[in-house]
């Protein structure tokens, strides 16, 4: 811990990227972990833009308990923590790959959600935006997949699922900040789904360091043993 506030404390442009893992502090099962989400459902499916296409049921009966109930959830001690770093100007900015958007109801400002979020939902056929709130309630008193009020269309939440291209603006801010950190700080994720995985390396390309918190191994371990030590 002496270390790490120690880098803090020398570093001039921090960069927070968070998992899943953080938002376990306020009762959301993170996806790969031990008795992770993933545990309970077929994860090949349930993000899968195609299988949305052909059965959109499956997503939302499945996601009803971890997405729909969101409106239930309060930021745990990562979340406020950070905000209060950012308020401070300790950390520039937060490079999420969470859809549970509790780093805005912490009160963090500078947020990147790379996997996009379902505060807003899009009707696929003419476009029209709907807010959680209008879904969820939809959700929780009809157990059908809601639909356009205006054209009949699927609504889909505006989470990139698996097979659609992530928001290219998005995409480009994350890189940007990745590139202009000298400290990254990886909290609660797996650093395995990319592009938001390999995030760090661009940090270490410009000379920068990488701390990681997690409770099991990442791919970017093997980084320690070629690197100088921290």
């Given at each position: 811990?002496?270390k790490?506030?120690?880098?803090?404390?020398?570093?001039d442009?921090c960069?927070?990227?968070?998992?899943?893992?953080v938002s376990?502090?306020?009762?959301?099962?993170?996806?790969?972990?031990?008795?992770g989400?993933?545990?309970?459902?077929?994860a090949?499916k349930?993000f899968?833009f195609d299988y949305?296409?052909?059965d959109?049921?499956?997503?939302?009966?499945s996601?009803?308990?971890?997405?729909?109930?969101?409106?239930k959830?309060?930021?745990?001690?990562?979340?406020?923590?950070?905000a209060?770093l950012?308020?401070?100007?300790?950390v520039?900015?937060?490079?999420?790959?969470?859809?549970?958007?509790l780093?805005?109801k912490?009160?963090?400002?500078?947020i990147?959600?790379?996997?996009?979020?379902p505060k807003?939902h899009?009707?696929?056929?003419?476009?029209?935006?709907y807010d959680f709130?209008?879904?969820?309630?939809?959700?929780?008193?009809?157990?059908?997949p809601?639909?356009?009020?205006k054209?009949g269309?699927?609504i889909?939440?505006?989470?990139?699922?698996?097979?659609?291209?992530l928001?290219?603006?998005?995409i480009e801010?994350?890189l940007?900040?990745?590139?202009?950190?000298?400290?990254?700080?990886?909290?609660?994720?797996?650093?395995?789904v990319q592009p938001a995985?390999s995030?760090p390396?661009?940090?270490?390309?410009?000379?920068?360091?990488?701390?990681?918190i997690?409770?099991?191994?990442?791919p970017l371990?093997?980084?320690?043993?070629y690197l100088?030590?921290?």
């Open positions: 811990m002496d790490l506030i120690e880098h803090l404390r020398n570093s442009y960069v927070v990227l968070t998992g899943a893992g376990t502090f306020s009762g959301i099962p993170d996806f790969r972990g031990s008795g989400l993933y545990s309970s459902f077929d090949d349930i899968s949305f296409l052909k959109p049921s499956y997503f939302y009966s996601s009803k308990d971890f997405i729909y109930n969101l409106d959830k309060e930021p745990g001690s990562p979340h406020i923590v950070l209060k950012e308020a401070m100007g300790v520039k900015s937060i490079i999420t790959q969470n859809i549970d958007m780093h805005q912490a009160g963090s400002q500078n990147i959600e790379v996997h996009g979020s807003t899009s009707c696929l056929n003419c476009g029209a935006k709130e209008d879904i969820a309630a939809r959700i929780w008193h009809n157990p059908e809601p639909h356009c009020i054209c269309g699927l889909k939440p505006d989470i990139i699922f698996y097979g659609e291209l928001e290219k603006n998005t801010k994350a940007e900040e990745a590139s202009r950190a000298d400290l990254i700080i990886t909290i609660g994720t797996s650093l395995v995985a995030l390396l661009y940090c270490l390309d410009n000379g920068g360091k990488i701390i990681i997690n409770n099991m191994d990442t371990e093997w980084y320690k043993y100088p030590a921290m």
